[in-house]
């Protein structure tokens, strides 16, 4: 049996904070619908669905954190930014971290190394051409990654991921098992702490979902970000602005970083931010083996 590698101590914030926080907003758009199923690209009610976050979402979303004086990382698949390169731009040009979330929001799940690796450099070609970005962070559509999944990104240079869920610290995750393993920081996130699993309702393409009142999503992730704040963790939002971009949703994430501005100690701050922090603590990377199948 492997053995895998157990949490570090919680690790030291800079001088000043007591914990950290990071606003991630997901842009998926009407790629989303189309890997599900690209018979959609036909259901006019389905794509604007999906394009009101560009559309309206994003932008609601840039003035509110304009506001705050706060800069966010924004993880576009490839396609959202060859279909809406002026809103990149804006983004970009706002100084926000733009960081890689697939190409077509691809469900990396039962791919090949070599089908993974060339999704990543799709969503790679499609920041480097539009925005000239070389992104250094990457979230896995869906969360979805492989035991390959470090190995590709530390290849082609990237700092930080953003997809796994074992930890509520930020921490080397070691590429393999073994001396000379090279590492990558691990920003981890949860689905408690994602817009998706609380108002993601399209009939027929996204399943059977509920459309849950904001108040209970603000509720969720203010009692997360009171916990993470007492323990000196990491608080990580997974924001899709098609969702949350809505008028009642956008208050109540208003709401959440008024109460993140009366947190003296917190740090909120881009992935790339914390991950450039994490590197510079040189912690001892974790080490998360396949697991072994017993014999029955």
């Not at 970005?133 to 990104?153: D, F, K, M, N, Q």
């Not at 098992?177 to 309702?201: H, K, M, N, T």
Request: net charge negative.
């Amino acid at each position: 049996m492997n053995d895998v590698t157990l949490p570090a101590a919680p690790i030291a914030w800079p001088t000043g904070f007591r914990a950290a926080a990071n606003l991630g907003f997901d842009l998926d758009s009407e790629d989303v619908a189309l890997t599900i199923d690209p018979g959609t690209r036909d259901r006019l009610s389905v794509m604007s669905h999906q394009a009101y976050g560009a559309l309206t979402g994003v932008p609601r979303v840039l003035d509110l954190l304009d506001r705050f004086d706060l800069k966010a990382t924004f993880f576009a698949p490839g396609y959202t930014v060859e279909r809406y390169p002026d809103l990149l731009r804006r983004i970009r040009d706002a100084g926000h971290e733009i960081a890689h979330h697939g190409y077509l929001h691809e469900a990396m799940a039962g791919l090949s190394y070599a089908e993974e690796a060339a999704i990543i450099d799709r969503g790679i070609e499609s920041l480097e051409k539009v925005l000239g970005v070389r992104p250094v962070g990457y979230r896995a559509p869906l969360w979805e990654t492989s035991y390959s999944t470090a190995e590709i990104l530390l290849d082609r240079g990237f700092l930080y991921d953003s997809s796994l869920m074992d930890s509520d610290l930020p921490y080397e995750l070691a590429e393999r098992p073994g001396e000379g393993a090279r590492s990558i920081v691990e920003i981890p996130v949860s689905w408690a702490l994602d817009d998706w699993e609380q108002f993601a309702f399209v009939p027929e393409v996204f399943g059977p979902g509920v459309i849950e009142d904001p108040a209970k999503a603000l509720s969720m992730w203010t009692g997360e970000l009171t916990e993470a704040y007492r323990y000196e963790s990491c608080f990580t939002l997974t924001i899709h602005p098609f969702l949350s971009g809505r008028l009642g949703r956008i208050r109540a994430l208003e709401s959440l970083l008024e109460t993140m501005a009366a947190m003296p100690e917190l740090w909120v701050t881009t992935c790339g931010e914390i991950a450039e922090h994490v590197r510079g603590l040189d912690l001892v990377p974790r080490v998360f083996p396949q697991p072994d199948i017993p014999e029955r």
